[in-house]
């Protein structure tokens, strides 16, 4: 993972790549590393991920078929 300093601001760079972390999952996985996790708790975590992520899916194919509005676009301001 790459993430370029420019002008000499690190901050903003750190900013950048604290992002470009958490977007990867490199957190969530540090976290879970740090300890031991029984295998009925790892199961019942998998399961849960597993039915976010269908439940996100089938939330998409809804908004395509036009049965959900699709959500609102964030408006960012100008910098």
């Known amino acids: 993972?790459?993430?370029?300093?420019r002008d000499n601001n690190v901050d903003q760079a750190l900013r950048v790549l604290?992002?470009?972390?958490?977007?990867?999952?490199l957190f969530r996985e540090m976290?879970?590393?740090?300890?031991?996790?029984?295998?009925s708790e790892k199961r019942v975590r998998e399961k849960a991920e597993a039915v976010r992520r269908q439940r996100k899916l089938?939330?998409?194919?809804?908004q395509r078929e036009g049965l959900l509005p699709a959500p609102k676009k964030a408006v960012r301001?100008?910098?």
């Open 77 to 79: 301001g100008a910098r």
């Open 31 to 39: 976290k879970a590393r740090s300890a031991f996790e029984k295998p």
């Open 58 to 62: 089938a939330r998409k194919k809804m």
């Open 18 to 25: 604290k992002k470009k972390m958490q977007r990867e999952g």
């Open 1 to 5: 993972m790459q993430v370029l300093v």
